[in-house]
């Protein structure tokens, strides 16, 4: 299917929405039901928590909730750009919109804002003026709590560190200085090796990150910053057999992450509380949508290390919890 005709069976699921889904009727009365729309994307662990936080928050507080994923998954005809997804919002009529930060068509974002839809954003904040809420990880605090967690474990010494940001994604490129300047302060003679190939373009096998290890023998360690990367970097580390020479910290969970750490490749993992992020995030919106003042408009979800020296707790409350 061509990506523009993927309008047409959504538009009608919207008009759908608009007949049917905005009100509900009580002692013969129609009662009008918030709704919410949510555009994440929904490729990796840490957003499918952050989407059941914010369903389960709906469901629980009665708002009406529907997610437009903008993952842009291959073959997946039902997952849409960012802008798509915001202008799809904005012509349901909704009164909420909870969205990844990284906004890239503002004057979309604008025309929500004018039409008094509600904005809580997550993961990465933006510009205040656009939104009425932030709720996600404060970034670059998170970037110096995975330095910490390297010191905690083995020490710090002036041996090089590689590190990679990815300017598109603000969240990533908090961390990225939240790590930086935590190795200055450390060791501020320390070499930090800034990769300039994205890892991230090819994920099956990456010569970029092989020839940075073999051009520094005495490698110290590796940061991951997001998920989909460290996978790869723990790949590579494991096919070059220096998975226990170069300590690898990344950041968020997923079944294959776990994996690593249970085998020692993943040294540290800095966990993120998505679902709480995502249920956080609808608990404001139900306060905005009521006309409730906000105490503030910076909500932060702390986060913690995870290494083998917490894992079996962690794994017994986690299988708890599923019971």
């Known amino acids: ?19 049917c889904g905005c009100s509900e009727s009580v002692h013969g009365e129609a009662v009008h039901v918030p709704r919410v729309a949510g555009i994440i ?53 909704v009164d909420a919109i909870i969205a990844d930060g990284n906004l890239h068509d503002l004057e979309i974002v604008q025309e929500a804002r004018d039409k008094g839809i509600a904005i809580v954003l997550v993961d990465s904040d933006s510009q205040a003026d656009l939104r009425d809420a932030y709720v996600g990880t404060d970034n670059v605090q998170a970037g110096r709590l995975a330095v910490q967690a390297l010191n905690d474990l083995y020490g710090i010494n002036g041996e090089p560190i590689v590190v990679q940001s990815n300017a598109d994604v603000k969240a990533v490129s908090d961390r990225f200085t939240g790590i930086c300047e935590a190795l200055q302060q450390e060791c501020p003679d320390m070499e930090i090796e800034y990769p300039q190939v994205p890892w991230y373009e090819d994920r099956s096998f990456n010569s970029s990150l092989e020839e940075t290890i073999l051009a520094y023998p005495n490698l110290q360690a590796i940061f991951g910053l997001m998920e989909p990367e460290a996978k790869v970097y723990a790949q590579v580390l494991k096919r070059l057999n220096m998975d226990q020479e170069i300590k690898l910290i990344t950041f968020d969970l997923s079944d294959e992450i776990l994996g690593f750490l249970r085998e020692g490749v993943i040294d540290a993992v800095v966990v993120q509380q998505s679902y709480e992020i995502g249920y956080q995030s609808v608990k404001i919106v139900d306060m905005l949508l009521k006309g409730q003042k906000l105490e503030r408009d910076t909500v932060y979800i702390d986060c913690f290390v995870l290494d083998q020296n917490n894992l079996s707790l962690f794994e017994e409350k986690e299988m708890l919890e599923n019971e």
């Open 41 to 93: 994307s929904t490729k990796s662990n840490y957003w499918q928590e952050m989407l059941r936080g914010m369903e389960e928050g709906c469901e629980e507080l009665g708002l009406s909730f529907f997610a437009l994923d903008i993952s842009l998954q291959d073959k997946d005809v039902m997952t849409w750009s960012a802008d798509e997804a915001w202008k799809i919002a904005v012509m349901s009529d």
């Open 1 to 19: 299917m061509k990506r523009g005709k993927r309008w047409v069976p959504f538009i009608m699921i919207c008009i759908g929405f608009l007949v």
